[in-house]
């Protein structure tokens, strides 16, 4: 599968996997200049890049394991879509868990993307529902172990 990109501006990385078998592509700010996330805050970063993902599947948007753990920034809807006919430019939205500010820098690695088959479901609206086991047990009817 090919999965085509544009640059849309001078400062723009390409998507970069970083490892042999990385599941995903990192992505890089596209800043002139660093940005401030304030602690607590979150803001939209711009990786510069726009994508054609293939029809029958998504673009996920998801935070980056160092960055989370040492700093903690993650994706705020993680993982967000990228639907197949979106053609902007694919955005992070970061936020900053720390008590202090992080300081993005231009063309540091935000987030990563992974690229995700959809299954194709077809709606159908009924009166009853089987039933389960589980039935309409909610958050924690599971148990605790």
């Given at each position: ?5 544009r640059?849309l501006r ?27 996330l ?7 970063v711009?990786?510069g ?29 993680s ?15 970061l936020?900053?868990h ?9 063309g ?10 959809l ?12 039933d ?6 909610g958050?924690?009817?599971t148990g605790?172990?």
């Amino acid at each position: 599968m090919k999965l085509s990109y544009r640059l849309l501006r001078p400062c723009s990385l390409a998507p970069r996997r970083m490892s042999l078998h990385a599941a995903g592509f990192d992505l890089s700010a596209a800043l002139e200049e660093p940005m401030i996330l304030a602690a607590g805050a979150w803001q939209a970063v711009p990786t510069g890049i726009a994508i054609q993902v293939p029809e029958g599947y998504e673009a996920q948007i998801r935070p980056r394991s160092g960055l989370a753990l040492k700093h903690g920034i993650t994706v705020l809807n993680s993982p967000g879509t990228i639907d197949a006919d979106y053609r902007g430019e694919v955005m992070a939205i970061l936020i900053n868990h720390s008590a202090k500010d992080f300081v993005i820098e231009p063309g540091m690695r935000i987030c990563q993307m992974v690229i995700s088959a959809l299954a194709q479901v077809e709606l159908s609206e009924v009166e009853f529902l089987e039933d389960s086991q589980r039935s309409e047990g909610g958050f924690g009817s599971t148990g605790t172990s």
